[in-house]
């Protein structure tokens, strides 16, 4: 599977996934990697996230969600 075609599954790669969300590259390689967040990893290791789950991460992190999330101290759950 080529980049192209993962592209046109609606799945982007970590750095677009980054500017979408606000969210650090490795924060979200270590959410997909706790099954936090739908990803496609290729054979040479790149992660790949599907764009609908990155945009979603702004809403959730607004910031009440951001305050409730860390006054229960609760996962993530996206």
């Known amino acids: 599977m080529t980049v192209e075609t993962l592209k046109d599954n609606g799945l982007i790669g970590t750095s677009e996934a980054e500017r979408l969300s606000g969210v650090p590259g490795q924060t979200l390689r270590r959410w997909a990697n706790a099954g936090k967040l739908s990803h496609l990893r290729t054979a040479t290791g790149r992660y790949f996230f599907y764009h609908e789950e990155v945009e979603k991460i702004n809403f959730l992190l607004t910031p009440k969600m ?13």
Do not use: R
């Open 66 to 78: 951001f305050e409730a999330f860390h006054e229960k101290q609760s996962s993530l759950v996206i």
